[in-house]
């Protein structure tokens, strides 16, 4: 029996055989049952308990659409697996660039909050820059900028 991670703390979840959930592509067979009727649907019963929602107690309508969220959910889940390491980094990395941008453009500017964000763009680039590929020069220029924006920031502001 495996487990799916909730807010709440690890439910367990039975899953079926590979051959019997999963189609030759490595995507779901079958949709989720939105009655909750099929032994196998017990995602969908600890999606609902993670939610803090009664199953049974929920109308046709309601678990239909819980299970159409749920079906979502694991696609986005399985086209994240299959992208690179390399590039959904890349992504993050670029966030945490807005994120001290936002900071240091805030009034007055949060230059502690931007710091600590600029040092964890900074810690993770050192340890997995050369693993980011063709993605850690655009980063590594991308953090010398933010690094500069905090230095003029910081001496415009007089502090």
Do not use: C
């Amino acid at each position: 029996m495996s487990s799916l991670w909730t807010p709440d703390g690890e439910r367990p979840v039975a899953r079926k055989p590979a051959s019997e959930s999963t189609a030759p592509n490595g995507t779901a067979s079958a949709p989720i049952d939105p009655a909750g009727t099929d032994p196998g649907a017990e995602p969908l019963r600890a999606a609902a308990a993670a939610l803090g929602l009664d199953l049974d107690a929920m109308t046709e309508e309601e678990r239909t659409h819980l299970a159409g969220e749920l079906e979502e959910m694991m696609q986005v889940r399985r086209q994240v697996a299959a992208t690179p390491a390399s590039e959904m980094l890349t992504n993050y990395l670029m966030r945490f660039f807005d994120l001290a941008t936002i900071y240091l453009e805030a009034e007055p500017p949060a230059f502690a909050e931007a710091a600590t964000v600029i040092e964890a763009f900074r810690s993770v680039l050192d340890g997995v820059g050369d693993r980011l590929g063709e993605h850690e020069p655009l980063l590594r220029e991308a953090l010398g900028q933010a690094q500069m924006v905090f230095v003029q920031v910081k001496n415009a502001a007089g502090t």
